[in-house]
């Protein structure tokens, strides 16, 4: 027995006026996705907990079955770790953007004009250079303006504040410790010191220089945030005896994997954004599933949709999605397969974030209590024979499916 | 206001192929447990967590109100105590097999031809002289091959793995200590002894000299496994000021309702097996609702042919219990009385094994909030009133309905 699990990245919504009071989910053609909720058992989800609007990190690790409140400890680590920086426990990380600053260290452009990511790889090969008493220092850029910082030595801590402002107008902020400790407190200082030789590097560097003959913002400044540390998390593989898989272009989601034991496969044309191959996804995860016991399938752009405030988008997405599920389930042996279906948080067209609502799901497979539901969408699945589960909940119910979860007791 | 707690054991299943889609509980026919449906509040219960296989002894610490999460420390206290072993906080206990071993230690009968009881106590007599350096052994036989050995005495630990290979052709294990602790060291260091010492008397005795000449298979080991100490739970009548009692045929059951301190009621013609007398529970639920506040009344049979795969043995058994709900609630005073009806945990047919699907559960009862749901079943009663709770949440619940659970607050 196999089990594909397909994330929708904040695919369910509230009701919509210009939708006639429905949702997405609820306009979109999905016969796919109706047939998975028609010939299985549906249910609605609170990722974390009800009301509580969960992260892309948190979500997904909760859906793969971990108590966040006990584990999480930043998003940085994810990031970095799905960035493919060799991320170790201990191991201190921020996701980074290369940023462009006034004189007075007022944030002009928190993206450095969507630098392109060969101008960004010269200057990250200079910052790569610097050495720091107290932390060996790890820096990579990824795509365009992204990169991660990693600190790596004794007596580091996560609890250290973002230098990152979040909005352009402002100063770059002061990293400071979040609590008493010599840890953050060195931790602070060090970034602090780091980001300052960062800062002096990038003003004199002839990638900039170059930049500002052509007219673009230099990338002068490295603001970080999300100070984060590997939490030591019993993989899935050691919890359950099985191989598992993830397809999915997103580095932060992929660092969530990849802390849980999971493969990350690369497929080509999987993008993170609206033009990502579906059908090459499907394809992907056709052939994973017949070697790994898990292959988790996640489309980040219903998210983007939603934080766009892109009604049609969204829809669309939905029905590529749709059509990403048709072609698993016609293509993978559904007598040893489950598939499930869900979403890993809410996020509104409205306003444009994430929200704490419930997301639908449904499992279909060999052997599941069916319920009368023919509809996956938000208000139909309410009404299925899972009832309100909790996304932790949701990978021993998979796994119980598979036979995969120790009897407790005797 | 009284109350009666109905567990039909491993009575929830998956939908089959061969019953047309239909789990044993929607094929049979069982008008109490419909009625009971119809008049009551149903929902679909985890008695532990979503996707947790539950033991009977962790399902039951639950289904009582439990924290199996805190509370449980191993099946053999519970084991020991349901057998009438006069056991105490701090023993460390062990269910044990008289089974027959070759020369070379290889297990050649895990229950030495099914012993009969007889030939077992006249073994037990001389295993019970055993003493031994560092703790008092207590040694009891039950029925035909079973037996209970504990140890009592300051520094013991249930930390120590099982003799039991628990596969006929396998070598008997070694006992060893699961953890590092000088206990765990002790206790595994005195159970190997200890059972060398069996062993020996066991070789040579004139019963199994005697059983050897009759073809039958000497009872030369005793094979022990599920060590477990008794936890420290607030008893029933503690907690609610109640009187309750158990009718029931497991040992393993009746021991965590004596934990929970609960009366063990003898009922002659109540097997724990197929044949057990379902109108003779009935009558004696009947009868000890007069004088207690809870009876609980536990059906073994209904898991037993779950394990044996035996569809059309579990659909009658099924029936039998209904005949038993049938009639008690002709025969108890309804004005008076809850009729709570579940089971501890799923027991799939075709697999076999215990598993982590939810079950059903009805409450019937003057002032419940009656539903629409007219069938007892996995998935009727999944669309009921009382949505999908946890095992540890049926106690309380039946407890408020009898006005017997404390304000929590002002």
Redesign the interface.
């Known amino acids: 027995m196999k089990a594909i699990m397909i994330i929708g990245d904040g695919m369910a919504d509230r009701p919509l006026r210009e939708l006639g009071g429905k949702t997405p989910l609820e306009v979109a053609k999905k016969p796919s996705l109706n047939l998975v909720a028609e010939t299985g058992v549906c249910g609605i989800m609170d990722p974390i907990a009800p009301g509580v609007p969960p992260g892309s990190d948190t979500a997904h690790l909760a859906l793969l079955g971990y108590d966040v409140f006990k584990v999480y400890a930043g998003r940085g680590a994810f990031e970095a770790l799905g960035s493919g920086v060799d991320i170790q426990l201990g191991d201190v990380a921020f996701r980074c953007n290369f940023a462009t600053v006034d004189d007075n260290y007022t944030v002009v452009d928190r993206r450095a004009g969507r630098i392109d990511t060969q101008d960004a790889s010269q200057l990250a090969s200079d910052l790569k250079k610097v050495s720091l008493k107290g932390a060996r220092v790890m820096f990579r850029n990824t795509v365009q303006h992204r990169a991660i910082l990693a600190l790596r030595g004794a007596g580091l801590s996560a609890r250290v504040s973002d230098s990152d402002p979040q909005k352009v107008g402002k100063r770059v902020s002061e990293v400071y410790p979040l609590d008493d400790t010599d840890e953050a407190k060195k931790t602070a200082r060090i970034v602090k010191e780091l980001l300052q030789r960062f800062h002096e590097i990038l003003e004199s560097h002839p990638v900039n220089e170059e930049r500002k003959k052509k007219g673009l913002p230099p990338a002068n400044i490295i603001l970080c945030r999300g100070a984060g540390t590997l939490p030591q998390l019993p993989t899935l593989p050691h919890q359950y005896g099985i191989q598992a898989a993830a397809i999915n272009a997103v580095p932060l989601v992929g660092g969530v994997c990849k802390a849980a034991g999971m493969s990350l496969l690369n497929v080509h044309g999987a993008t993170g954004t609206y033009d990502t191959d579906v059908k090459a996804k499907a394809n992907a995860a056709i052939q994973a599933v017949k070697s790994y016991d898990l292959v988790l399938v996640h489309v980040k752009a219903t998210d983007i949709a939603s934080h766009d405030g892109k009604v049609q988008k969204k829809i669309g997405m939905i029905e590529r999605i749709d059509e990403m599920v048709g072609h698993i389930v016609k293509n993978v042996d559904m007598n040893e397969t489950f598939v499930a279906v869900t979403a890993d948080h809410t996020t509104s067209l409205l306003t444009g974030e994430h929200e704490g609502d419930p997301v639908p799901v449904a499992i279909t497979g060999p052997?599941?209590?069916?319920?009368d539901i023919r509809e996956f969408s938000e208000r139909a699945c309410a009404?299925?024979?899972?009832?309100?589960?909790r996304g932790v909940?949701l990978?021993?119910?998979?796994?119980?499916l598979l036979?995969k979860?120790?009897?407790?007791?005797?």
Chains 1, 2 share one sequence.
């Open positions: 052997g599941v209590r069916t319920d009404r299925g024979g899972l009832g309100r589960i909940d990978m021993p119910t998979l796994m119980n036979g979860v120790k009897k407790f007791g005797a």
